[in-house]
């Protein structure tokens, strides 16, 4: 299974590519191997993003603190270990949900297709209550997140 590694070691593979690709300009066909090149590289670069999709929902199930426990944490006094720690988990979880969320527009930019986050995740559901001003903001920090990734990684696709 590809990881994080995976994806870092593309990038690199890609940067490098990069480097090399102003040289002696002898027209023999390299624009045409170009082409080739940049699909391969972005087949790579989104398969390293599903992965790492896959990636940050195995960490997120590797919380103890989750599901009925992670409510009842909520639920501890305002000044108890529990309640900091539900703080910190459902904190945790929706910081993972967002680069979940990022990369999942990201993916669909990337493919051509637009579409929109789900307005409700299971890390905005984990105890806490969450308001849509909330939810909404969360949303927008991840389209962000994309706009940002493809401004550095993708110019031509930029808005």
Known sequence: ACGMDDFLNA????EEEFDGMYGDGDGDGAENEDEDDEDE???TEIQGL????????EAEK???LSGDSLKDAWGSPADS???FSAILVTSEKRTLQLYVDAIH???SKLKGCEIEIQSE??????GAS????KLLQLQTFAMELRDAYIAIRHPDLSY
Do not use: F, P, W
């Open 121 to 126: 995740s299971k890390a905005t559901n984990a």
């Open 81 to 83: 270990r529990e309640r």
């Open 50 to 57: 599903q992965s790492l999709i896959n990636d940050i929902q």
């Open 130 to 133: 969450t308001d849509s001003s």
């Open 41 to 43: 590289g972005l087949g």
């Open 11 to 14: 990038c690199e593979a890609e």
């Open 105 to 107: 527009l990201i993916l």
């Open 62 to 64: 590797q919380y103890s």
